[in-house]
């Protein structure tokens, strides 16, 4: 359903493994830190770039 929209699906993929732990972090109540909202801000924007949101 997916695939017209994102260019190159793996990047998609990499992008929510690497947020996941943050992902875990927020499921239990626990507060995120500064470095891991920057991490959160720049995958974000890697995957709107994956979907061609520049």
Known sequence: MFEPVFRRPT???????RLYPIR?????AR??????????YVEIKRVLSAIGID
Request: aromatic share 14%; charged share 20%; glycine share 0%.
């Open 11 to 17: 990047f998609v993929q990499e992008s929510f493994q």
């Open 24 to 28: 875990i972090c927020t499921m239990h």
């Open 31 to 40: 507060m995120i830190t500064q470095d891991d909202e920057i991490y959160l």
